[in-house]
T-cell receptor, first 113, second 116 residues
């Protein structure tokens, strides 16, 4: 079956660094996405990893290890506006079904002063 | 970047009535549209996949006669919730793809449906 696991909730302090982990078991793999979702809003794209390693984009970085079925999202210099849910999603197929993603339940991050 | 416009952003309807949700791709051709449903504190669950000009493919457990999907053009797809019941209250969101674009995600803004 398809399964994506990530912690339900995390709390961190403004200015700190937080790492949100995600593990997956899927029938195929064509990349892993991270999204940010504020309550009642659509998810917004943060990152995409298809090869092993670390991708850095400003305050956000994402890491992937395909052999371990593992990824993490690293948020640096946390700001209050980073309080949101962070969704890990896997694209299990290549080609025309690329857009069909399997989503984790999301990690609700609370940033405190 | 590509934009998908979803309307309405929220709707309240009476039990037994039907509600139509529209998703329009504004600057690209959406060959495939995915419709998701998200209950509170849950992940986005795929309801159905539609390709322009074809019948939608529904996920197991999703009633095709209750959730009518139309994808008659490359820029418009609609989801109609027929004979809505309170348990259909949820956040519905579309996601459009261009086959040649592999990394971007084009979500609509989402529709909060409340059935009373």
């Amino acid at each position: 079956g398809q399964n994506i696991d990530q912690p339900t909730e995390m709390t961190a302090t403004e200015g700190a660094i937080v790492q949100i982990n995600c593990t997956y078991q899927t029938s195929g793999f064509n990349g892993l996405f991270w999204y940010q979702q504020h309550a009642g809003e659509a998810p917004t794209f943060l990152s995409y990893n298809v090869l092993d390693g670390l991708e850095e984009k400003g305050r956000f970085s994402s890491f992937l290890s395909r052999s371990k079925g593992y990824s993490y999202l690293l948020l640096k210099e946390l700001q209050m506006k980073d309080s949101a849910s962070y969704l890990c999603a896997v694209a299990p197929y290549y080609g025309g079904s690329q857009g069909n993603l399997i989503f984790g339940k999301g990690t609700k991050l609370s940033v405190k002063p | 970047g590509a934009v998908v416009s979803q309307h309405p952003s929220w709707v309240i309807c009476k039990s037994g009535t039907s509600v139509k949700i529209e998703c329009r791709s504004l600057d690209f051709q959406a060959t495939t549209m995915f419709w998701y449903r998200q209950f509170p504190k849950q992940s986005l669950m795929l309801m159905a996949t539609s390709n322009e000009g074809s019948k939608a493919t529904y996920e197991q457990g999703v009633e095709k006669d209750k959730f009518l999907i139309n994808h008659a053009s490359l820029t418009l797809s609609t989801l109609t919730v027929t004979s809505a019941h309170p348990e259909d209250s949820s956040f519905y969101i579309c996601r459009a793809t261009q086959e040649e674009v592999n990394t971007e995600a084009f979500f609509g803004q989402g529709t909060r449906l409340t059935v009373v």
